[in-house]
Every structure is written in C-alpha cells, then in structure tokens.
C-alpha cells in the first residue's frame, strides 16, 4: 500500500453493532494501515479490495505479519481500498 495518511481512525467494529457503544481503533504503532481495539481485542486493516472481497467471516486471516487472524467482516472503503476486521485466533 502507499504510505499516504490512511484517514481516520475506523469505529470499531463491535460499536458498528451498538451504537451507544461507538468508539474508533487506534493505530498500531509502526505498522501502517492497521488498527487494534484493545477493549475488544479486534483489529482492521486497510487492504486493496479483491483481497477484501475474497474472504469472508471466519476465514484465516494471514495479512498482518504475526497475528494469526479471523476475518469478522468487511468495513468501509477508502482511498481505493477496503477495511477488513479480523480477530486474532
Ligand atoms: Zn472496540
């Protein structure tokens, strides 16, 4: 990915679900384009969208270096690409 400023910060995913419950990730330090949500343990990743759309809820999540990963679900697109939550396993 490019190492433009990824935009803001995305509502975590669990507050998606809950509204009275929104809150957004924090980035994780030295990784671009990844964010953790440490009440919930769950993380999104901005990725290019076929990588996106080629998974689904459940599947093995491989793409952050040294979390083995779940995919939740997809989040919103921006800037070409598309957010993707995962869980670690
Ligand atoms: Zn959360």
């Given at each position: 990915?490019?190492?433009?400023?990824?935009?803001?910060?995305?509502?975590c995913?669990v507050?998606?679900?809950?509204?009275?419950?929104?809150?957004?990730?924090?980035?994780?330090?030295?990784?671009?384009?990844?964010?953790f949500c440490s009440r919930h343990s769950m993380y999104?990743?901005?990725?290019?969208?076929?990588?996106?759309?080629?998974?689904?809820?459940?599947?093995?999540?491989?793409?952050?270096?040294?979390i083995?990963?779940?995919?939740?679900?997809?989040?919103?697109?921006?800037?070409?690409?598309?957010?993707?939550?995962f869980r670690e396993?």
């Open positions: 990915m490019s190492t433009t400023p990824s935009g803001p910060n995305p509502v995913e507050g998606m679900k809950h509204p009275r419950d929104r809150h957004r990730m924090r980035p994780v330090d030295g990784v671009e384009n990844v964010w999104a990743q901005l990725v290019d969208p076929e990588t996106a759309e080629a998974v689904r809820r459940g599947d093995e999540w491989g793409h952050y270096e040294g083995d990963g779940l995919v939740v679900r997809q989040g919103d697109e921006r800037q070409g690409g598309q957010i993707v939550y396993k």
